[in-house]
């Protein structure tokens, strides 16, 4: 078994028995996708929730709309089945408490909202997700169950 | 069309490195001041790294770090960031506070001060960077968190991730009494505040 490493801004798929990891998620969003029959799992570390913010060349693992149609194709491309893949997620938190609600300050919740409507037009059903609060998520993609397990500084790790 | 940050120049990275010294170097007077003891500070680090190499700059994405966060506004918009590791910050409070430090937790009195130390050395920071550059530097007010750092760091690359996968980190350390309390300054400016930053200094571009 192999411990794929997800960078910020990054993608990657991978096959049974192997796992994807991307640690220190604030509000950054840990976006999963799973065939379960064909144990195929891809995950990307989502930071900003559409490229229309972009102001250069695009890399599509860093923006919501482009990170999960990217996934789904290159699942797909190994034989993964849309009909089949679900979604899980976590992250999207609200690292420091603001007076003031900047735009960059609500990024978090903003990046949940943009998967969760990417999701919805790709008709991905979301089936567990561990969002927002204000806590650091560190995460790890089983590909062999499927099950996402989630990491915080102060909770037991937990499975979802 | 701005030059990208990962192909600086020599002479631009020394003025980097220099606003790094003369920013680092008022708070560490001002802290010295507070603690009432010497404080010395290393040769600052300028570096233009990727979002992976950031992570392992800190020592691991989901390192515990006491991070007390500042967004600068004005003429050279940018990010700031006062970060510890908890032992540092448990040294700092107790030789501040002169409490004993042996639990894990922070307590409220204790985030205020750390918060409190933060706002003063990022403050002086930055009001030296407006003196020397004769820019206008508006903090906000500052916030605190300890968590893992990449969570909390990511604030910092948020605007710059807009236009690439490079950040340019000017990093101080300062250290008290070896290297019991050891603290950065990761100063972050946004991609279009360079070329004021260089005008101002009277670097070419």
Redesign the interface.
């Known amino acids: 078994m192999e411990i794929v490493k997800v ?4 993608l990657k798929i991978t096959s049974a028995p192997n796992r994807l990891r ?7 969003v840990g976006i999963t996708l799973y065939d379960p029959q064909k144990h195929l799992a891809g995950m990307a570390h989502v ?2 929730p559409s490229s229309d ?4 060349p695009i ?1 599509v693992a ?1 923006f919501a709309d482009t990170a999960i149609p990217e996934l789904l194709r290159r699942l797909e491309g190994e034989g993964a089945s849309r009909t089949r893949i679900v979604a899980k997620m976590a992250g999207g ?1 609200q ?6 609600q ?1 735009d ?1 300050m609500r ?1 978090g919740p903003r990046n949940v909202e943009a998967c969760k409507a990417v999701l919805t037009q790709y008709k991905i059903p979301l089936v567990s997700e561990d969002t927002g609060g ?5 995460v790890e993609i089983d590909s062999l169950t499927g099950i996402l397990y989630v ?1 915080t ?1 102060n909770q037991e790790e937990k499975g979802i | 069309m701005e030059r990208p940050i990962q192909f600086f120049e020599s002479a631009q990275l020394d003025v980097l490195r220099e606003i790094g010294n003369i920013g680092a170097g008022n708070a560490a007077t001002a802290l010295s001041k507070m603690l009432q003891s010497k404080i010395d500070m290393k040769v600052p680090n300028v570096k233009v790294l990727s ?2 190499e950031i ?1 392992e700059y800190v020592g ?3 390192r ?1 770090m006491v991070t007390v ?1 500042l ?1 600068i506004e004005g003429d050279v918009p940018g990010n700031m960031f006062f970060l510890m590791d908890v032992n540092s910050a448990k040294n700092l409070i107790s030789y501040m506070l002169g409490a004993d430090e042996n639990q894990e937790d922070f307590d409220e009195l204790e985030m205020s001060a750390l918060q409190e130390i933060g706002n003063i050395l990022a403050g002086s920071y930055l009001s030296s960077l407006a003196d020397f550059t004769r820019l206008s530097l508006q903090p ?2 500052p ?10 760091l ?2 910092g ?3 710059l ?5 490079y950040a340019l980190v000017i990093d101080t350390t300062f250290i008290h009494g070896e290297e019991q309390v050891e603290g950065h300054f990761f100063l972050i400016p946004d991609p279009a505040s360079f070329t004021t930053l260089f005008n101002a200094l009277g670097v070419p571009l």
């Open positions: 960078g910020m801004a990054d991307t640690t220190g998620l604030g509000s950054c930071m900003l913010l972009s102001r250069g890399n860093k938190a690292m420091f408490a603001f007076s003031a900047s960059v990024i204000n806590v650091g998520r560190t990491r500084i | 979002f992976d992570e691991g994405g989901d515990l966060f967004r906000s007010v916030a605190i968190s300890i968590d893992m750092a990449m969570a909390l990511s604030y690359l948020i605007e991730g807009r236009s690439g996968d």
